[in-house]
T-cell receptor, first 111, second 111 residues
Framework: DTGVSQNPRHKITKRGQNVTFRCDPISEHNRLYWYRQTLGQGPEFLTYFQNEAQLEKSRLLSDRFSAERPKGSFSTLEIQRTEQGDSAMYLC?????????FGPGTRLTVT | GQQLNQSPQSMFIQEGEDVSMNCTSSSIFNTWLWYKQDPGEGPVLLIALYKAGELTSNGRLTAQFGITRKDSFLNISASIPSDVGIYFCAGQRGGADGLTFGKGTHLIIQP
């Protein structure tokens, strides 16, 4: 399968713990995006990388969130000191141009 | 964050019927995309539109980029059971920007 992959698919954590998610984009895609989706809503943009450079961050990305793409390939999204409001599906997408292709997402539940 | 106005919110139709849904925005987008999402999965790209007035088909799906660049429409002809899911519109201002999504149209097909 040469699509976008995300790991883990599901994560349950206690409030206050740190969590890290991984995204592997389609191999030739230089752009990588992170989105968050809550129940009944469309995905909301969080941040975007072109190669290893993080070029844009939404105001939704609080200082507890950090994203990296160290070698311009896979990316990680870390949430520190998780809160119940962080419970959501975290989606990754990659692209070469305008068309963004999404991974299956990581479902985070904070208890 | 901002979301596009997507309607209807849900549709209950009979198998074989045609479906129409639309998406509007208060601001201009230079690219419109339509996605379908199944429960627990990431959105799957259906159609991308790049020019005002453009009409593009993908099998039984046809989408149009509104001439004002503030709206888009998706039609599905002769619906079948596997069309069930949530359809999202997304707008993009620049070619590398994050996407702005609608809240989705939930399509339910009664056999």
């Amino acid at each position: 399968d040469t699509g976008v992959s995300q790991n883990p698919r599901h994560k349950i954590t206690k409030r206050g713990q740190n969590v890290t998610f991984r995204c592997d984009p389609i191999s030739e895609h230089n752009r990588l995006y992170w989105y968050r989706q809550t129940l009944g809503q469309g995905p909301e943009f969080l941040t975007y990388f072109q190669n290893e450079a993080q070029l844009e961050k939404s105001r939704l990305l609080s200082d507890r969130f950090s994203a990296e793409r160290p070698k311009g390939s896979f990316s990680t999204l870390e949430i520190q000191r998780t809160e119940q409001g962080d419970s959501a599906m975290y989606l990754c997408a990659s692209s070469l141009a305008s068309e963004q292709y999404f991974g299956p997402g990581t479902r985070l539940t904070v208890t | 964050g901002q979301q596009l106005n997507q309607s209807p919110q849900s549709m209950f139709i009979q198998e074989g019927e045609d479906v129409s849904m639309n998406c509007t925005s208060s601001s201009i987008f230079n690219t419109w995309l339509w996605y379908k999402q199944d429960p627990g999965e990431g959105p799957v790209l259906l159609i991308a539109l790049y020019k005002a007035g453009e009409l593009t088909s993908n099998g039984r799906l046809t989408a149009q980029f509104g001439i004002t660049r503030k709206d888009s429409f998706l039609n599905i002809s002769a619906s079948i059971p596997s069309d069930v899911g949530i359809y999202f519109c997304a707008g993009q201002r620049g070619g590398a920007d994050g996407l702005t999504f609608g809240k989705g149209t939930h399509l339910i097909i009664q056999p």
